[in-house]
């Protein structure tokens, strides 16, 4: 009897305690759940989101071959770029998208279209790669176009692969305000790298001969 009085206690404390919290662990699960099946499905979505970026990032490399870009290759670029940039403005595809449009203005002689696009990529501050690599371009646009004080102020040294063409560019802007001495100092750290990398620079090496005479 006292057994049977135990069952029944633990059985009106457990309808006490459903009737006290069973709606909100109802709620709880349904939550859980509902957490779950908007994770798949958020995951789903990023899945189909990347793979449309994807398949427009592959539209625009297939009209950007190595060499002279053709009028219609150029407009392609910039209508696939323009693409992701509109509906993938954070991904690391856009920013790859502006590198290459900067590219085809450079070709056709619009440095501050280049520059709008090469700004751009650094304003995201994303990729370190891809931001090192746009800073260097946006610094030989800048110095195209005379503004040698902005186009240092981007060649920041860093401890990275980009540390060699960072130095050479920076010899070069030096070079076009008639600081050949910084020029040689620059081209001379850039050249140390090169020998230590065993990369193959041969215009850098003429550049410094060419300060040597």
Known sequence: MAEMKTEEEQVEALKSWWKDNGKSLILTIVVALGGVLSWNAYQDHQVSQAETASAYFQQLMNNAPAGQLSETQIAQIRYNSDLLRAEFDSSTYAQFAALMVARAEVQVGDLSAAAVQLQWVVDQQGDAEVNALASIRLAKVLGEQGQH???LALLVDSDDAWQLARLETRGDIFLAQGDVDAARQAY??????????????PLLGLKLDNLSQ
């Open 149 to 151: 004080s902005q186009a």
């Open 188 to 201: 001379t750290a850039a050249s140390l790298i090169a020998v230590a990398s065993g990369a193959s620079k």
